[in-house]
Structure formats: C-alpha cells, structure tokens
C-alpha cells in the first residue's frame, strides 16, 4: 500500500481567502477602526523558502488591499543559530518579491526590556513560576495526549522566591537549563500547550544585536504575542502547527492586557495552511542536509526551493505573487502540484522576456548556393506580443548551426524539418532545401548540406511563395558564439519524496534523499545570437523553442554570460507521465 499524499485536482486549488471575510467582518464592525495591520515576522536563522514566498505575498498583499501595513518584524530571540547574514538575506528577499515595509522594520531584540518586564508581572501577579526540574523530569511530569500533567513541586514557590530566582536568573548566577520561567496554567488542560509551557530560559550565549547584555532570552511563543501586541498588530497570521498555541496566545496577552500593558481589543491570531508543494522539500533539516552534504552547489543553487535558488534560477517576483494570488489561502493542508508554480512562472515571462535563438545541441548547415565570404542581415521581433519593442537583426550567412534534432536522414513518419529532398524554412530567413550530408569515419552525420530559395526570404513579398511545414532557428557559425547553458530541473524525481510509495520492498525506509532527480542539471557548450552576449546578470529572454533562461546573477562575466534555464515552454512532466 502506497504512503504518498494524494494531491487531488491540485492544480485547480481553490484561490479562496477566508482571511479577507473576518478582515472585512472586523472593517464592518469596527473592531480596528478601520485599521489593517499586519506582520512577517521570520527568525533570522536561516534562508528564506517558497513557503515564505506565499506567507509574505499573503501579508504584505493583504495590507495593501486594506491600505493598512505590513511589518517586517526580525523574531531574534535564539541566539545560539542568528546571523547578521540572514538578516540580510531576508531583507534582500522580501524587497525582491516587490514589498516595502517602509519604517516599520522590528527586532524582538528591541522589546527585551519590556518582555522581561511582563515577565515580572506575571511573577508577582501569580500567574509565573520558576521551574528547577530537568528537563527529562519536565517532559515526565507534562503528562501525554490523553492523561494529565503533574504540578511541579516548584509551583508553589512565593511570589518573592520566585522574583528572586528570575533576577538571578538575569544576572547570570546560574547556568544553562539549571532553571526556566514557566506560565501558570493548568497542568490538566487537555491543550498540552496550556499545561504552564516554559517562557525563559537561561542562554548564555552572544546575540548578533544585544551582544552580552542579556543571558536570558524569551521563548518564542511568549516573546511573540507581545511584539504582535507592541506594535499594534491587528490580524496575526500564521500556520496551521500554531493552531494549538493560540489559547496560550490569547491567555498571555488577555493577562498582560489586565496588567495594564496593552489596550483592548488585542491582536487576533489567524492560522491558514503553509505551502505544500510537490517536488520538492521545504524542511529546514532536509535543506540544510541537502547543502551540508553537497546534493546541491550551496544555499542559492537554482535548484534549491530558496527565494535565493529561485532567483538565480530565473524565477519572478511577479510569478510568485501571481501563484500566491491563484493557490488561495485555506484552513485545509492540500498540496499544490509544483507545474502550478512554473505556469504562474511562465505565464510572468511570456509578458516580460524578450526572445532571443540559442542552439543547444549544434549541428553545421551549410548553403552550398550561398556565396562564400557574403552576409547579409534578417530581422527578428524582440517580442511577438509587443509590437512596440521593435526588431533586432540577426546575421545570415553561408554556414550555420541548427540543432542535430532538426535533421534525419531516414525521416520517421510526421517529420517536417530537414532530410534529403525535403524543404523548410529558417525562421527570419530563407526557405532551403536540404541535397545530403557528411558524414564522419564512424557515419556520424557533420553536416547537413542545403540550397537555399533566394527569393523566399521573410518579409519579402516572395516569403509565401513556397509553402513548407518545418521552421527552423538557426545561429550564423560567423557570427554566434560559445555560451555556458545550464538546463535546470526538478530537484526530485517523485512528486513526495522520501513517502513509501508501490514497488518499494517490504520494510524499506526510504529517505528524501533517494527520491532525488540525478538529471536536475546539465551542462552544455551552445550557440547563442550575437544579442545574448552582452545580456546583464539577471536578464531574463525566451529561448525560442527551448524554454525560458536568465542570465545567471553570480557566474555572468561582461561578454560573458552563463545561462539558466528557469523553466521549459511546455510542462514536460505532464507529458512525460501521460
């Protein structure tokens, strides 16, 4: 029996949004007087992922649609795994996929003071306490899913004892994990996350902003109600493994709020389903193993579902909002078929890239009737959906290159391009007609040998006169040059990797790791037109025929560049598994 997910119509997942019903619900009421303020509040501790796309597409997108905000707030309160360098990456990211959060920009670092404060109110409201268990003892006395937790026998501790405790606590008397702070709950609540969760622990490690100056830090799910609370955030939106934590997010700041920290109404949390995508994992241990262990070039292989992969890779910020706009925002886990990112991707840059001919897999042309030495120039459409951005022009001459699949000396039934005696067009050029061949000492053909139709040629009155159904693109061997094209695809060849699927021997474990694509990238020497070399890192063309590429943002050189292959023209997967 197969374990793999069933994905369903997973391309036509629903773009429904029930955010926008209790937003618009709130603007009707008056909850907010109006207001909409949102936050994206990632943990510099790592690289951004497509998930992330879709939860900043989300948060960002819905305060524009309100006129209200979105705050770019930085969740640093574990110092051990922070970096300055994420922190930049992540403000790279978030601009590049075309958001602006103005002057609200926040660390948690900045509300340590005020966090350590509500934390003394809670100690002296009777609502905190300082735990001495171990950690095992901790676990031991939580209780299970389905029996009751144990009071620790620190519960009870006094108001004093417990402020003196957390005081020496921050002052740096004791050492790691030697005590916590835990919220007063109810050791019995059937929500295991009630059952008085840990809200400090004692860290003596050094914080990329606040240097030494605390050892102590918030957990995350205490620190974050409170920044949400800060900054006056209105819908605080999150994923679906938060569900669980939201009585304790509204227990703390419905406390805090009675202590006279924050107004009324507090912030809402909003939980909605993350991104699952098939294809490809989004766990941070998978990626950080798929890097550690060299399956991929680094953090930024356009293999990689990185915001920094997929933007070497050539993906758009508008194709990623186009795909968070169309997949929906749902309480429900469904996954989403990775051919719908890279149509939302190819639907982006059939509007933006301008074509260009590149030869992948070259194979000498020559026009034996073609004057040798002569050439002449023939004119392309930069693009044919914009009219407006005019024509290039692109040499002919006697000698070209065309791809080795555009010949076959003995033609299978339905073949158009050339074989001995048969006519087709050079796209932009000339209609030819191909005579024969040459071939090598082992019968390898060469080079294909044609004459051409001089007065066939496009964009002259006799371009109809000859009626062929094979078109061409085509290089000048005089005038193309030598090109780095890397073809990029999928990481993994199974839709779910690593799931137990048919076939798989009684009592196999596979790994993530077996299910990986060893075609997800080839190198190859092309051709390219003349235009292409002076392409700058980051721009984007269609290949004719071939798919979409971008110049490659780290390896390019002036006159130089090395390109990408973002995405095919068609989806070759469907046709493959049809």
Known sequence: MSDTPKSGAAAAAPASNFIRNIIDEDIRSGKWGGRVETRFPPEPNGYLHYGHAKSICLNFGLAQSYAGV???????????????EYVDSILEAVSWLGFDWGKHQYFASDYFDRMYACAEYLIVAGKAYVESLSAEEMRAYRGTLTEAGRESPYRSRSVEENLDLFRRMRAGEFADGQHVLRAKIDMASPNINLRDPAIYRIRKAHHHRAGDAWCIYPMYTFAHPIEDAIEGITHSICT????????????????????????????????FARLNLTYVVLSKRKLIQLVEE?????????????????RRRG???????????RIGVTKSDTWIDFSVLEECMREDLNEAAERRVAVLDPLKLVITNYPEGQSEQCEAPNHPLKPELGKRTMPFSRELWIEREDFMETPVKGFHRLYPGNMARLRYGYVV????CEKDADGNVTAVLCEYLPDTKSGTPGADSVKVKGNLHWVSAAHGYEAEVRLYD????????????????????????????????????????????????????QFERHGYFVADRVDSQPGAPVFNRTVTLKDSWAKAKG
């Not at 930085?74 to 970096?83: A, G, I, Q, R, Y």
């Not at 993906?315 to 706009?325: C, H, K």
């Not at 007609?433 to 024969?436: A, I, L, V, Y």
């Not at 993994?492 to 790791?513: I, K, M, Q, T």
Request: glycine letters at 8%; one cysteine or more.
């Open 70 to 84: 979105c705050h770019l707030r930085f969740d640093d309160t574990n110092p051990e795994k922070e970096e300055q």
């Open 240 to 271: 679906l493994e938060f569900e669980d934590q939201r009585p304790f997010y509204d227990w703390l700041l419905d406390a805090l709020a009675s202590g006279g920290f924050f107004p009324r109404p507090l912030p809402q949390q909003i939980e």
């Open 294 to 310: 060299g399956h991929v070039a680094g953090w930024d292989d356009p293999r990689l579902p990185t915001l920094m992969g997929a």
């Open 315 to 325: 993906f758009t910020a508008g194709g990623f909002r186009l795909f968070a706009e």
């Open 433 to 436: 007609k191909c005579t024969g």
């Open 490 to 541: 999928r990481l993994f060849a199974h839709a779910y990797p690593g799931n137990r699927r048919e076939g798989d021997p009684e009592g196999f474990e596979r790994s993530f790791l077996d299910d990986l694509n060893y075609d997800s990238k080839r190198t190859l020497r092309a051709v390219l037109e003349p235009a292409l070399r002076n392409a700058a890192p980051e721009e984007r063309f």
